[in-house]
C-alpha cells in the first residue's frame, strides 16, 4: 500500500531499502549484540496490569529500589512490616527505598491487597 505525503508516493520496498541504506548492517549488528539491561541498571519494579514486577527482586543491603507506576490508575507500595509507605502513585510517578537490612520483605499495594511483590535483601 503506497503512502503518499508531501506529491510523493512511497511503497513497503522503498521504505525498508532507505532504512537498510541509513542503518549500515555493522550499525544493526551493534545494537543487536548490546545487551538489554545493562549490568548496573539500578534495582527496578514495574507496576502494570495490577501486577508488580518483577514479583521478586533480589538486591544487596545499601541498594534503592524504585517502583514505577505504568498502570493507568493509581497504585502505592506498602511494606508488610511497615518500613515503607509509598504516597498514591499516578501514572508515571515512582517511588523508591534504600534497604538497609538483609532479610526477605513484602509488600502490596493498599488500593489493590491482591497486588503483592518481595524483596530479597542480602549482604
Known amino acids: 500500500m503506497p503512502f503518499r505525503a508531501f506529491r510523493f508516493t512511497f511503497t513497503l520496498p522503498v521504505l525498508v531499502a532507505a532504512f537498510a541504506i541509513a542503518n549500515p548492517p555493522t550499525q544493526r549488528a551493534a545494537v ?30 545499601g541498594q534503592t529500589v524504585t517502583w514505577t507506576n505504568d498502570d493507568d490508575i493509581p497504585h502505592t507500595v506498602v511494606a508488610a512490616d511497615h518500613s515503607f509507605k509509598s504516597k498514591v502513585l499516578d501514572t508515571g510517578e515512582h517511588f523508591s527505598f534504600t534497604f538497609t537490612r538483609p532479610g526477605l520483605v513484602g509488600y502490596f499495594c493498599s488500593l489493590h491487597p491482591h497486588m503483592t511483590g518481595k524483596v530479597m535483601v542480602t549482604k
Open 32 to 61: 543487536a549484540a548490546a545487551p538489554a539491561v545493562p549490568a548496573t541498571a539500578a534495582p527496578a519494579v514495574h507496576i502494570s496490569n495490577f501486577t508488580f514486577g518483577p514479583a521478586l527482586l533480589k538486591v544487596r543491603v
